[in-house]
């Protein structure tokens, strides 16, 4: 293959296929044959293959085995990712112990670090009484402060892993918190003392029976914030310390919070949403999921009306209205139901708020159950998981005039109707060929 022939963005996309965004040591190594194959592709990928560091601690054998590429990383580059791993067995502080030791031994050679991975493979460290969590967390902040000390550069943190251990990606948090531009971390607690993200532009949490006031975002900075496990009433106090007022989040464009079901003591009132207001104007998706407690909170925050998308997905139950809620204008409004004890009635106050909903281009509605009372006369695409008469659906599909795609099981029963289907979904000429999948089904 000629490749002086191919363009340099082609090139770059085949090296982001084989250097995925989180590699150890072990797959970095044959990179280094591709730079032997002309003198093109040298020039191009050499800066960007000896820009990460790898350094995997492994526990075997009673020893604790660090192997690192920064002897093979030509200083003169001063790479921008470092990458540790830690596969751990008893014994994990002797191994971050060495892991640290090489970071202080290059220190000059990792001091422009501003990306930096952790990846922890099983427990670090296994405390049997508080007297040794104590213990351990000395000792582990020792470590993580020589870290910090020497790769201040760092703008991104992403932590991961398989493990349950708490105490180094909690520390490891705090410690960077301050001057993180970008973090992830989806499987560690990391927030069991106040963190504030002063500088986030970009924030991927889980949170873990979380405690109102524990994290801390800039309104200013931030720009995409995802969050799991988010208590409806601790949603205000992400942004402020305020009891009440108005909060501008100038620049967030990408929204997602998942939410858990609200604490017995949270108090939601009227007045609460009347006094706190929370704009978003620069918000161009916006996605929802968990506990149905969290369509209130829709009413504290001030959307434009130019969104791209809205994704509301939700468990059903007894007792949420949607009252006085008005989605914004949306070009996609996407809304699913999920299958619970209530959803019959859930679902027919969702489809109070969805008729609601001004012009969308495209509307979609997936739910797990069937409800004949539906009709949002902008519903595009319909995707049902629980079994439906044909007839039933008929009277569906004459009432939607734009629906376009259609996903659906049909009863044992129906399937020999489905020639009734079909001549509804020829007459109503949509305005883009019907996308339909039907498959029977036998209950």
């Known amino acids: 293959m000629q490749f002086e022939l191919l363009p340099e963005d082609i090139l770059n996309l085949v090296l982001d296929n084989l250097f995925p965004n989180f590699m150890q040591l072990s797959g970095w190594k044959p990179l280094l044959h591709i730079l032997a194959i002309c003198q093109r592709l040298r020039h191009l990928y050499y800066p960007r293959i000896y820009d990460h560091v790898f350094i995997d601690a492994d526990f075997s054998s009673e020893s604790a085995n660090v192997l690192s590429n920064i002897d093979l990383i030509a200083y003169s580059v001063y790479p921008r990712n470092l990458k540790i791993v830690l596969q751990v067995m008893p014994g994990g502080y002797e191994l971050l112990q060495n892991a640290v030791s090489i970071i202080e031994q290059n220190s000059t050679a990792l001091s422009k670090v501003d990306d930096l991975g952790i990846l922890l493979m099983g427990r670090l460290f296994e405390p049997t009484n508080a007297q040794e969590i104590d213990g351990i967390e000395a000792k582990v902040t020792e470590e993580v402060e020589k870290m910090a000390q020497i790769l201040a550069a760092v703008k991104k943190l992403d932590i991961s892993g398989n493990g349950d251990d708490e105490i180094f990606p909690g520390l490891l948090t705090k410690h960077f918190a301050a001057q993180l531009q970008k973090f992830s971390c989806v499987s560690y607690d990391v927030l069991s003392v106040p963190t504030h993200f002063k500088q986030a532009t970009q924030l991927h949490i889980r949170l873990f029976d979380y405690n109102d006031g524990l994290l801390r975002i800039c309104p200013e900075t931030i720009q995409e914030l995802t969050i799991y496990n988010l208590p409806p009433e601790c949603t205000w106090n992400l942004f402020t310390t305020s ?113 609601n909903s001004q012009s969308n281009e495209v509307l979609s509605i997936r739910m797990s159950t069937w409800f004949e009372d539906l009709h ?62 039907l498959k029977g089904t036998v209950l």
């Not at 919070?257 to 704009?279: I, R």
């Not at 007894?318 to 989605?327: H, S």
């Not at 695409?381 to 996903?407: A, C, F, G, W, Y």
Request: aromatic share 8%; with cysteine.
């Open 243 to 355: 009891e009440a007022g108005n909060v501008v989040v100038p620049h967030l464009h990408k929204l997602r919070l998942g939410y858990v079901d609200a604490s017995e003591e949270a108090e939601f009132n009227e007045a609460m949403f009347s006094q706190c207001k929370l704009h978003f104007p620069q918000l161009e998706r916006l996605r929802l999921w968990g506990s149905p407690e969290y369509f209130p909170l829709l009413k504290m925050a001030v959307l434009p009306e130019n969104m791209d998308k809205i994704v509301l997905s939700a468990y059903p139950d007894a007792y949420t209205t949607f009252k006085d809620i008005v989605l914004p204008p949306a070009r996609t409004l996407q809304c699913d139901i999920r299958e619970g004890p209530y959803t019959d009635v859930f679902s027919l106050r969702f489809n109070g708020l969805i008729q």
């Open 376 to 437: 949002c006369p902008n519903m595009t695409n319909l995707h049902i998981d629980e079994p439906v008469d044909t007839q039933d659906m008929v009277s569906i599909i004459k009432r939607h005039s734009r629906l376009q795609s259609l996903s659906l099981n049909l009863l044992a029963d129906s399937v020999d109707c489905s020639k009734d289907l079909e001549a509804a979904l020829n007459g109503k000429a949509p305005v883009k060929p019907l996308n339909t999948s």
